[in-house]
Structure formats: structure tokens, C-alpha cells
């Protein structure tokens, strides 16, 4: 039996669902963007516009908004996480203590991507070839940051095996071993916190100013306007003296600063699809809109004091990419969600509901390649256009190992 139609004035408000495809579709669509330009990076005589702009000019390209993305993305997802588990029960304290457990495996896996960049990793003083070295390690990361599988007696034993890997990696990391200048080895040493690292950094910095202003958006836009100002103060000397010691690990306008910017802008959208926060359609696309062109305005408003660099992390950098970022989610948005269209963003979404998998498999592939010489099968070209296809290829690999595995319920959760 048809039923009447509602007017707009008592049509029932929207009741968000767990998880918002349109977030999972664009969190897919930047990793795999990360995964072809990290390919194109190592590709000779392709355009400058496909890689990252010198940190000499006041500039970027396409490639350096793939990490704001990245803040971007966790800044949604954080009002979002942290009210289903309140639903939960969980009080304010368990929360940050999951989000503590959070950043130190984003610092700890960070930190070994430094260490192994640029051929760093000895392998005689570690006793063990780099290949499988990275591949047993990330392999154990696979198997203990695994979401949880069966019940019963396959639980028990996905959990031992969770133990035996993390021994496994524990003593992976005892032994490892890599180059430094003058000819000597050493441990795993803090030169930067790498990707992974800073993302961790900006989040734990995001998730305690959500919590403590109990998600007010007014509040939280203040809090963004100070994460601006720490920038500049930092760049111009001003940050306290008692902040010294933690500046020599990293700098504080960056951490806590513009990357802390970035996210919080998500942490604004996010606002929007928490049940707390329900609205409809039309505002939450008019919220997003604005904001987005209020931060682009506002980074080029502030652009000739630092200019625009990835490289510097500088102030505009951070508020014109968050703009951008809060647009491109609004196209997502507004085509899936609004319109309906979400059958041509199937592909992404494996992606984007396994980020760190994805973001990983690339170092377990390449060391496999590695280890049974199969690197030709897959590295067919190393230069021009004709290496842009074999990294299109190779990240279409990724996509296709992703989507295997997260069908096959192995999903890794920090």
C-alpha cells in the first residue's frame, strides 16, 4: 500500500549508518593516488607536475596534496570513532588510552620506514637480506594488527599466532642493523617520524582537543586558528622555551601546527555525520562548501608569508590543501550520497576500508619480487610515459591483492 509522502518540514533527519561509504571511497581513492605517485617517483623524464614540487620554490602539484588527503581523511573518521565507542561506554580516558595504543604503532612503523630508506638497511651487520627482512617484519605486522577471526578455537589460535609473530618482530627489530656516516652501524635512530609518524602525531594532537571540547565546532575552529598560530610562532622563534626538548625530536609547528590544521579540518566534517550532530543533506554540503573555500581563501591570504611548500610544511601549504581536500570530499559526498551513485567507487572501497594494508603491501610485494627474481614479470620500463603504465599496472596489482585479502576478512586494525 503506497504511502503519503512526507512534507519537508516533518520529513524525518537522516540517521547516519557505521560507516560512511563516501569516506571509505575517497580514503581509497587517496592511498591508491599515494601508491601510483610513490611508483612514478623512482620513473625518469616524466612531467615535474607528477612528482613533488622543490622545496625551493612557493608552489605544488597534485602529488603533494596525497598527504593532506591523508590528515584530511583521519580527521573525519575521528568524531566518528570516538562517538560509537562513547555509544559504547567506553569513558573519555579508555578512549585515549586506545588512541595512545594508536599512535605508538604509527610512531613504531614510522620510524622503521625511515630507517630503511635510501639502502640504509645493512644487511651483514644484520645477518639477513633487506628483502626478507621486510618481508617476514611487515608480514608479522599483517598477522598481529589483524582484526580478530572466528570464534572459539580459531580465535585461540589466531590469537597464539598474534604472540608468535609479535616475538617474531620484536626480534626482527633486535637485530636489525643499518649504515651510517662514517662507515659505521647502528640501531633503528630518530631522524624524522616518517609518513606514518606524523600522521599519528596530528591525530593524538586532534583526538584530545575533540575530546576535550566535547566536539563543539565553535571550539574546534578555534582550536584550528591556534594550530595556525603555532606555525608561525614556531617559524619565527616565539614557541616557549620549555618546548626545547621535545623540538629537538620534531618540530612543533609542524606536528602540532600545520599538519594538527589539516586534520582538525576534517574533524570539522566529521562533526557532521556523528548522531550527535545529525543534519540534512543540504547543510552539511552548504557546511563543507564554505569551509573549504574559507580555507583556500585563508591560505592564500597568508601565502606570502611562508609561500606554499610540502617541503616546509608551511602555513598556506596546510590551509589551502585542507581546503581542497574539504572540497574533493564534497564531490564524493554529493555523488554518492546525495545523488546515489556508488556502484563505480566499488573498486575503492577495499582500499579504503584497509588503509594500512594497502599502505604496507607495496614494501611485501617488492621484497617478494625480490626474493624469487620475479622482478621483470612485473618492472617492465623505468623512464617516460612508458614507465607511467608499469606504475599504473603495478598499483592496479596492489589494488587487486587489497581486494583479495580484505574479501578474505584479513583487515588490520591499530
Not at 585563508?298 to 581542497?324: C, F, Q, W
Not at 567507487?345 to 588503509?355: K, S
Request: proline residues 4%.
Amino acid at each position: 500500500m503506497p504511502t503519503k509522502r512526507r512534507s519537508a518540514k516533518t520529513e524525518a533527519k537522516p540517521v547516519p549508518t557505521s560507516r560512511l561509504a563516501s569516506l571509505d571511497a575517497f580514503r581509497g581513492f587517496d592511498i591508491l593516488t599515494m601508491i601510483f605517485v610513490n611508483y612514478c617517483a623512482g620513473i625518469a623524464n616524466i612531467p615535474a607536475w607528477m612528482k613533488h614540487a622543490p622545496s625551493n620554490i612557493d608552489g605544488y602539484t597534485f602529488v603533494d596534496v596525497v598527504f593532506p588527503g591523508f590528515l584530511f581523511i583521519v580527521g573525519v573518521a575521528i568524531p566518528l570513532a570516538i562517538q560509537s565507542r562513547l555509544a559504547k561506554g567506553d569513558n573519555p580516558w579508555q578512549i585515549l588510552a586506545h588512541i595512545i595504543r594508536r599512535v605508538a604503532g604509527l610512531l613504531l612503523l614510522g620510524v622503521v620506514f625511515v630507517n630503511m630508506e635510501d639502502g640504509r638497511f645493512n644487511e651483514a651487520a644484520t645477518g639477513m637480506g633487506e628483502s626478507l627482512w621486510t618481508l617476514l617484519f611487515f608480514l608479522g605486522v599483517i598477522v598481529v594488527w589483524s582484526a580478530p577471526l572466528g570464534k572459539g578455537t580459531v580465535r585461540l589460535v589466531h590469537y597464539a599466532l598474534k604472540a608468535v609473530c609479535g616475538i617474531g618482530m620484536a626480534w626482527l627489530l633486535f637485530i636489525f642493523r643499518r649504515s651510517v656516516e662514517g662507515g659505521g652501524v647502528s640501531w633503528l635512530q630518530h631522524e624524522w617520524w616518517g609518513i606514518l609518524g606524523l600522521i599519528g602525531w596530528a591525530y593524538l594532537a586532534a583526538s584530545i582537543i575533540y575530546l576535550v571540547t566535547r566536539g563543539n565546532r565553535t571550539a574546534i575552529m578555534g582550536f584550528l586558528a591556534l594550530t595556525v598560530a603555532i606555525y608561525i610562532g614556531d617559524r619565527h622563534g616565539s614557541i616557549p622555551g620549555y618546548l626545547d626538548p621535545f623540538s629537538r625530536w620534531e618540530s612543533i609547528g609542524g606536528l602540532f601546527g600545520t599538519d594538527a590544521t589539516i586534520v582538525l579540518a576534517g574533524v570539522l566534517v566529521g562533526q557532521l555525520f556523528t548522531k550527535e550532530a545529525v543534519e540534512y543533506p543540504c547543510n552539511k554540503v552548504s557546511f563543507m562548501l564554505w569551509l573549504g573555500l574559507g580555507l583556500y581563501a585563508a591560505g592564500m591570504l597568508i601565502r606570502p608569508l611562508h609561500g606554499i611548500s610540502k617541503d616546509n610544511g608551511t602555513d598556506a601549504y596546510a590551509l589551502v590543501t585542507a581546503g581542497e581536500c574539504c572540497l574533493l570530499f564534497l564531490a564524493f559526498y554529493w555523488v554518492m550520497d546525495i545523488w546515489g551513485l556508488k556502484k563505480w567507487a566499488v573498486w575503492l572501497i577495499p582500499v579504503g576500508v584497509n588503509p594500512l594494508l594497502a599502505y604496507i603491501l607495496p614494501d611485501i610485494f617488492g621484497s617478494f619480487l625480490d626474493l624469487a627474481n620475479l622482478h621483470r614479470l612485473f618492472w617492465w620500463v623505468h623512464s617516460g610515459w612508458n614507465g607511467v603504465a608499469n606504475c599504473a599496472v603495478m598499483t592496479a596489482v596492489i589494488l587487486a591483492l587489497t581486494a583479495g585479502l580484505t574479501q578474505a576478512r584479513i583487515r588490520l586494525k591499530l
